[in-house]
């Protein structure tokens, strides 16, 4: 089993910044990709960015707001919210997908336990 712990998050008012972290830990062999997710109130949750092996990507809302990095010796990827809006609030979940170097195993998606953004305008 594999281990997310998130930290960060809090209130900010529209137009401040915040960060978050999240260090994955047990069974981080293989190939990680991390991101987070969120869902804000009344929403479906939605992709936010993910740092894979081939750099980051972000969805249209965030890009140019949000930067994503990550630690591979650490196993933890950062998102770092600057330009915050209103429309960020939410729950900011962090994800990982595990893909195993074996075919006797499957990929599998862990979750973190979500942290809570605020902004207020």
């Known amino acids: 089993q594999l281990q997310l712990e998130e930290s960060g998050g809090g209130s900010v008012q529209a137009g401040g910044s915040l960060g978050l972290s999240c260090t994955a830990s047990?069974?981080?062999?293989?190939?990680?990709?991390m991101g987070w997710y969120r869902q804000g109130p009344g929403k479906e949750r939605e992709f936010v960015a993910v740092?894979?092996?081939?750099?980051?990507t972000y969805a249209d809302s965030v890009k140019g707001r949000f930067t994503i990095s990550r630690d591979n010796a650490k196993n933890t990827v950062r998102l770092q919210m600057d330009s915050l809006q209103s429309e960020d609030t939410g729950i900011y979940y962090c994800?990982?997908?595990?893909?195993?170097?074996?075919?006797?195993?499957?990929?599998?998606?862990?979750w973190g336990q979500g942290t809570q953004v605020t902004v207020s305008s």
């Open positions: 994800w990982v997908k595990r893909i195993p170097l074996t075919t006797r195993e499957t990929p599998e998606d862990y």
């Open positions: 740092y894979n092996w081939n750099g980051p």
């Open positions: 047990g069974r981080t062999d293989g190939v990680l990709n």
